[in-house]
């Protein structure tokens, strides 16, 4: 092991501290990542795990972070360690496999999977996430959101930005367009990942990089994990294109409903401006996502759009599990989170 330079544990771009383990696979890896252990999970140990559960889910998540910002205390050169990337990609498998059963029908039909995207429920109806929290969303539920949220916000755009050197002319071009105006069109103030800090520094939580991990369900790791193996992955570039139309375009409509819910419960400016940026922004977005990186991509590669359909298919599987879980404890009156918000 090297030394490494540490960064004070409060600084802006210090990394978060490792999280706990969630069963055997995420205790061996944490181990070997923490320098306290050797022995990393066999291959079918992982084949064997629940695909959606919290032990396969954690391991993946701690696996991708090396890619992102690490761990305080692990070393860096263990982003492209052989073992570790063996671990991780038997895990991908299992995760791959059960997102291809799971998610959807599947097929070639691109336009109808975005339409579908579209369809928003005619007034009061919607059963989502965003729908609950403007009709009856209590601020403590607004809290957890945003703490589930953290996981990708704080690094918002990042995973995407991974497919830009597999694209090419009108995809390539379109989908740095929109990576500009989420990297905050040159002004640091404005990168949504900050917006986003300022949104949760607003509601009283703690807006550090990864400090939800251990609150955070198996469900809302999953929904980042798919996010970093689509981005990661030359060969799913049409998955992670299809996954970057599905935010975009679902995200207009469920921002503004999450604007007027921190509206109503009485949130700061800042934690209402991230949602209301991104009404204006992605209602822009959408249209350029659709006409240009997803048309674009097909032009060059039409062989890619039965991946895009998995990639929408995907992001919607676990957007409902997610969902599911968050509004199944919330109508119980208990916390979603595996360890509750301190008020
Ligand atoms: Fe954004
Ligand atoms: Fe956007």
Redesign the pocket.
Known sequence: MTTQATTPPGSPVASPALPTARGPLSESGLAVLAGSGTRLPATDEVRRSDPYGDDLQLLLYVLYELHYRGFAGVDERLEWDPALLGVRAAAEDVFLDALRRDAGPGGQDVAGAVDALQLEPVGDDGHGVSHHLRREGELWQLREYAAVRSLYHLK??DPHLWVVPRLRGRAKAAMVAVEF??FGAGRAENV?AQLFADLMTDLGLDARYGHYVDAAPAQALATVNLMSLFGLHRRLRGALVGHFATVEIT?SPGSRRLAEALRRVGAGPAAQRFYD??VE??AVHEQVVRHEVIAGLLEDEPALAADVVLGIESTGHLEHLLGDHLLAAWRAGRSALRTPLPS
């Open positions: 918002e755009a105006d989420e949504h995200s940026e991104h922004a992605d």
